[in-house]
DNA sequence: CCACTGACTACTT
DNA sequence: CAAGTAGCCAGTG
């Protein structure tokens, strides 16, 4: 079984809305560990395949892509350009407009 | 239980 | 802005 921090997580990533990113640290806070960043990227890359979860929605708190070319990076963008997500000259996002601020109530089970 | 590993972060040089 | 560093903590073996 999982934790309900895992628990908590899985169910803020499900949320996150088209055209919207989270960051690693902001969904961890959601999910109830500020400091948990880091399992964040090991729940979307042991799971992303089987829960069915928008991973490309997750990024760092510099606004890029934290995978490494041929490594994800290429189709992470791809996904997010389609969703209407605009990177900068230097492969940025703008957090101040993509990043998702979560609506407090509203929440579905995961 | 211990050690190790990260798709991380904030801070400091 | 780039590079190094010290915390971070759930999963895995």
Redesign the pocket.
């Not at 892509?65 to 490494?68: A, D, H, K, M």
């Given at each position: 079984?999982?934790?309900r921090?895992?628990q908590k997580a899985l169910n803020i990533i499900y949320n996150i809305p088209e055209g919207k990113v989270l960051?690693?640290?902001?969904?961890?806070a959601l999910a109830g560990?500020?400091?948990?960043?880091?399992?964040?990227?090991?729940?979307?890359?042991?799971m992303?395949r089987k829960h069915d979860l928008p991973?490309?929605r997750?990024?760092?708190?510099?606004g890029k892509?934290?995978?490494?070319p041929s490594?994800?990076y290429e189709l992470?963008k791809a996904l997010l350009e389609s969703e209407g997500v605009k990177f900068s000259k230097?492969d940025t996002i703008d957090l101040k407009v993509y990043l998702w601020i979560k609506p407090v109530q509203m929440e579905r089970p995961y």
């Open positions: 079984m999982y934790t921090f895992t960051t690693y640290g902001r969904a961890a560990k500020p400091n948990g960043a880091r399992q964040i990227s090991r729940l979307l890359h042991s992303s991973w490309h997750i990024i760092n708190s510099k892509i934290s995978l490494r490594q994800g992470q230097s």
